[in-house]
């Protein structure tokens, strides 16, 4: 019996490495679940149906918010895998949650529903700026070049402020986003019940991401951190808020 517990427990674990490999090599691998690739500069989109030129500009649009990033690499290649009827987007979907896009290694993926000429991706009633979360989602990309497989999230235990935040410090750069003393105004007059943050063109940031964005903005911008010392950095969530708080209560 206990043989026979063994001999299936073998048979299980290796049909279990089996599945998992092949899933790796379909997700490292997206060419084999879509019917078009397009090379653009440095970057190959994956998508199902011809491409929209729109969807040229915005990733265009994308990658020159890059060049904020200290970690900008003008030689980083990605894969963008388009939502637009491949199974792709639902097997990532499937592993790692509903999401507007998502962004890791040299990939990233876009779930949702994407207007390119209107500019922003819907999910759930909310509409996300496109070139702000295809910027987002390829800082994760530059995070996990700079830092490597072992020192990125998930792995690594960079607390979600630091990650998420320094993403959406990259990306939003609008005119209505510059401004720490004007986000912080933003965030305390919004609803208090609401899960989103609203900006001047109508998308939205989840509001735990809007409080993640600032703290990173106070840390650069105002105390010129690089985000190389943010990371070294050990001060918690809790103890940069304060601070950024009182700096905000001493620009009134
Ligand atoms: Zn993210």
New binding site residues.
């Given amino acids: 019996m206990k043989r026979k517990i063994k001999k299936w427990t073998f048979r299980l674990a290796v049909t279990g490495l089996f599945i998992a490999g092949l899933l790796l090599v379909i997700i490292l691998n997206p060419v084999l679940t879509y019917a078009n690739k397009t090379e653009h500069n440095n970057h190959t989109l994956f998508h199902n149906k011809p491409l929209d030129p729109a969807v040229l500009t915005t990733l265009d649009q994308a990658a020159e918010l890059l060049k904020a990033s200290e970690f900008y690499n003008p030689k980083l290649r990605l894969d963008i895998c388009l939502n637009d009827g491949s199974k792709y987007p639902e097997l990532i979907k499937a592993l790692r949650g509903q999401a507007f896009a998502?962004?890791f290694y040299n990939k990233v993926i876009m779930q949702g529903n994407a207007d390119f000429k209107k500019g922003y991706v819907k999910l759930n009633g909310y509409k996300w700026n496109l070139t702000q979360l295809l910027a987002?989602?390829m800082?994760?990309c530059l995070q996990f070049d700079e830092l490597g497989f072992w020192k990125s999230k998930p792995i690594a235990n960079i607390p979600n402020w630091k990650?998420?935040g320094y993403?959406?410090y990259v990306s939003r750069q609008n005119d209505d986003q510059k401004n720490l003393f004007k986000n912080i105004t933003r965030l305390i007059g919004a609803n208090k019940n609401s899960w989103e943050i609203i900006f001047a063109d109508n998308t939205i940031a989840p509001r735990a991401?809007y409080e993640y964005w600032i703290l990173v903005q106070y840390c650069m911008d105002i105390k010129k951190m690089t985000y190389k010392q943010m990371l070294a950095d050990t001060k918690g969530e809790q103890a940069v808020k304060e601070e950024m708080m009182r700096w905000f209560y001493t620009q009134r």
Avoid: N
Wanted: hydrophobic share 25%.
């Fill in positions: 998502w962004g987002h989602e800082t994760h990650w998420e993403a959406e991401y």
